[in-house]
């Protein structure tokens, strides 16, 4: 048994980790050395792994680098880099994106309120929560603590309640 994994059960650590199904997709892309790494890091001890021991959860983004994240945006690099600089901590190693099991709009109660985010974000798709993202504190002074809705290609700050989701799917 290497030095890593039996270090990381003895402390409990592996059993954890156990709820997040995918860890390894949290570093992704992102090498050992860059600040974004630290970054990661520091997302999943205080927001990842705490939330993995009560729930079962899928990292579907994490850190995106300049040319995926332009990628996203196309066209002119230079331009989209910079909008995207403003916009995404993603490209920051200071967001991640994932499924949680259950009931999603109780999962973001629950992070709201254990796991103090920097940002948090609920998107919907036409038949209801899609994807939560949370962010930890932001190296760029400019980028704001926010608690987000994502409803209908609309963002609305949350106010303590969730969008009606009409049987047909589309969210009001
Ligand atoms: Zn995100």
């Known amino acids: 048994m290497d030095p890593w994994t039996d270090a990381h059960e003895h402390n409990g650590y592996r059993d954890m980790c156990l709820m997040i199904r995918n860890p390894s997709r949290l570093y992704e892309g992102c090498p050992p050395g860059l600040p974004q790494h630290y970054a990661l890091r520091i ?5 990842l792994a705490p939330l993995g021991e009560v729930r079962d959860l899928t990292i579907t983004s994490a850190y995106r680098s300049q040319t995926v994240q332009s990628g996203l945006y196309a066209l002119d690099p230079a331009k989209a880099a910079r909008k995207a600089k403003g916009i995404s901590q993603h490209i920051l190693g200071e967001a991640v994106d994932f499924v949680p099991e259950g009931d999603m709009q109780e999962c973001f109660l629950w992070c709201l309120d254990h796991l103090r985010p920097w940002q948090a974000i609920l998107e919907y798709d036409a038949a209801g929560p899609e994807v939560i993202h949370l962010s930890i504190p932001s190296s760029i002074e400019t980028i704001r603590s ?11 700050d949350f106010d303590g309640t969730f969008p009606i989701i009409s049987p047909g799917g589309a969210a009001a």
Do not use: A, N, Q
């Open 43 to 47: 997302i999943e001890h205080f927001l």
């Open 146 to 156: 926010k608690r987000l809705l994502h409803v209908g290609g609309l963002w609305r």
